[in-house]
């Protein structure tokens, strides 16, 4: 600094003595101080505001064209554009979104569970269950020809109750298809026979309370006329007839389950043993257990396979 200022004062004395060429000239091609021939206005606040295009506003630096990287006072702004499941203010930092702001948080919508198809059986199962069924001539040489059905009339009956009742578990369609099995002696009998109660039957044997009801549920006006004269013999036995055809009668016992012994649906014929459907039997139905019925469960369940 201090030579500069004695050559300085050098070239004033050569200049009065009429020596000025002998001082040194400036290089024509030193550009000059950014700020010596500028037009804009001198700076004199501390803070002069300009957009950049990475997204934000940021405080400029008066003696510089860059913007101040440690300055952001008047630095957020909200994008124009949210991302895809949210809105997040700006890091002013980066040009990303800030990944833990949500303060406009939009969850995605969730995808519902499909629901869980009804099972359904094949001939081959139902014959190896009910084989005394599986014949299509096998109905010609019982007492009751009438009431009997063989097992690939009872498989579409079966099937469709199977839907409409919504049992989707493999041991529930085993507990209700060997009690059924049981009671109607492999579909020979679709009304009580032993000792010939008025009011009983279906492929479930009902009694005639569970048959009312039934039978209301389904045919309300028809159920109603018939017991319009009172509960006779007679009028028990035209109201059971109402549910006596092949849908009505082998859905009898998917009906029971899913009304009248709730706990067991979904519930405690869960694990599909031998114990759930004895229990089943006696608490459920409320019917006597033998041996009888151990062995048709046990072929309808070994039938249909998990």
Request: proline fraction near 8%; include cysteine; charged fraction near 15%.
């Amino acid at each position: 600094m201090k030579y500069s200022f004695a050559i300085g004062a050098a070239c004033v004395f050569l200049a009065q003595g009429g020596l000025a060429g002998k001082c040194p000239q400036p290089s024509v091609s030193s550009p000059p101080p950014p700020y010596a021939t500028s037009s804009a206005p001198l700076v004199t606040s501390t803070e002069q505001y300009e957009t950049f295009p990475s997204g934000y506003t940021s405080v400029k630096d008066p003696y510089s064209t860059r913007p101040m990287s440690s300055d952001y006072s008047a630095s957020l702004t909200v994008p124009s554009t949210p991302p895809t499941f949210y809105t997040s203010v700006k890091d002013p930092f980066t040009t990303l979104p800030m990944s833990t702001d949500f303060s406009y948080s939009t969850p995605p919508t969730p995808v519902p569970t499909p629901p869980v198809k009804a099972l359904q059986l094949t001939l081959n199962q139902l014959d190896a269950a009910i084989p005394a069924r599986a014949a299509s001539d096998s109905c010609a040489s019982v007492s009751t020809p009438a009431e009997c059905a063989t097992n690939a009339k009872a498989l579409v009956a079966i099937n469709k109750a199977l839907v409409k009742y919504g049992i989707t578990k493999r041991s529930e369609a085993v507990a209700v298809i060997a009690l059924m099995a049981y009671e109607s002696g492999s579909w020979q009998y679709n009304t009580n026979h032993f000792p010939g109660r008025a009011g009983q039957g279906t492929r479930a044997m009902l009694m005639f309370n569970f048959v009312e009801s039934y039978a209301k549920s389904l045919h309300p006006e028809e159920a109603s006329k018939a017991l319009a004269g009172g509960i006779t013999d007679a009028s028990m036995n035209a109201v059971r007839a109402l549910v006596l055809n092949d849908d009505d009668s082998f859905g009898a016992g998917f009906w029971y389950l899913v009304t009248n012994a709730k706990a067991y649906h979904n519930g405690k014929l869960g694990d599909g043993s031998l114990d759930d459907f004895m229990d089943y039997v006696v608490t459920g139905v409320g019917a006597s257990w033998d041996n009888a019925r151990k062995i048709i469960w046990q072929a309808v369940n070994n039938a249909i396979a998990a």
